[in-house]
């Protein structure tokens, strides 16, 4: 069996976003379910994106999730303060794969960990393409170097 990787820490991450938890994020066991994190992932990346005004999905290329995971390290109440940190980890020809974390209550090690790969696609025949260097840039503004 693998060991477990460690909680990511704060400092690894280049870019965060304020996620306001709503009640509905609360599940029957009083803290946030599980499935809400991916929708916390999607809103972090698309919130980072759409801060360069890139175009988008306006005609450009589209986006499509190729790929996520979410590891657990502690549970995450209504009444916590949650900001997610956002890195990337490696951008190729036409993919970009994102490291994120939930951090709570301003603590240093993430509640929560995981990743989120985009394939940027041709609108029409969705088929990969190649992103712009505008885009290639402003992914390149929060990458991490190779572990």
Not at 104 to 121: L, P
């Amino acid at each position: 069996m693998t060991k477990r990787l460690p909680p990511a820490k704060r400092d690894d991450f280049g870019w965060f976003a304020g996620i306001t938890l709503r009640w509905n994020d609360i599940d029957i066991f009083g803290h946030v379910n599980n499935a809400r994190y991916y929708e916390f992932f999607d809103t972090t990346v698309v919130g980072f994106l759409h801060e360069a005004d890139l175009g988008l999905g306006t005609g450009g290329a589209a986006m499509v999730v190729a790929e996520n995971g979410c590891r657990f390290h502690r549970e995450v109440k209504f009444t916590d303060t949650l900001e997610m940190g956002l890195r990337v980890e490696h951008i190729g020809t036409s993919s970009v794969r994102y490291g994120l974390a939930a951090f709570v209550n301003g603590e240093s090690t993430a509640a929560a960990d995981g990743h989120f790969i985009h394939v940027f696609v041709d609108p029409a025949s969705k088929r990969p393409m190649p992103f712009s260097a505008t885009v290639r840039n402003h992914l390149s503004s929060i990458q991490t170097d190779p572990a």
